[in-house]
């Protein structure tokens, strides 16, 4: 599948402790060779942005995002996003909720791709730069989730003899 094309999404706000989760592992990732039908780039709080990006076509998404503390701050989930599940006719040009940027994506006339989540349970989402020790720890391992999945999905398909 030569032509496949991934975008590698960092959401977050890194003036809210752990929700600069996803930015972060971006930043730990500049130093990482991705193939070349791979695009990584860091959407912070602009929504919008990420939306337009969508409408210029990708096959898969990657969003990586801080996550709902469920018990288990610093705890890396991987799973795939349910896209027909969203918010529509909820545009809102400055939210970076995933269900609104789903909801402005076809808002604006497009459809959303297969699209895979790289998350991190928060500890804390306060007012603060920087993100907790629990959230710090769990980058690597959500480096390595994101390199795992770019390989799943860039893999040719084998086909048994």
């Not at 603060?128 to 893999?155: F, K, N, Q």
């Amino acid at each position: 599948m030569s032509d496949l094309r991934v975008l590698v999404a960092g959401i977050g706000n890194i003036f809210l402790s752990d929700d600069g989760f996803g930015p972060e592992v971006l930043r730990r990732m500049a130093i990482t060779p991705v193939p070349e039908r791979v695009r990584i780039a860091d959407f912070g709080i602009r929504g919008l942005h990420l939306a337009y990006e969508l409408l210029d076509g990708c096959e898969t998404l990657i969003l990586i995002d801080a996550i709902p503390n469920r018990g288990n701050p610093g705890t890396v989930h991987v799973f795939e996003a349910d896209t027909g599940a969203s918010k529509s006719g909820q545009f809102d040009a400055h939210s970076m909720d995933p269900g609104a940027v789903l909801a402005s994506v076809r808002t604006l006339g497009g459809t959303m791709p297969r699209t895979i989540v790289v998350g991190c349970e928060v500890e804390t989402v306060d007012d603060g730069i920087g993100l907790s020790t629990a959230v710090t720890a769990a980058v690597p391992a959500a480096v390595d989730a994101v390199t795992r999945t770019l390989h799943a999905l860039l893999e040719p398909v084998r086909t048994e003899s």
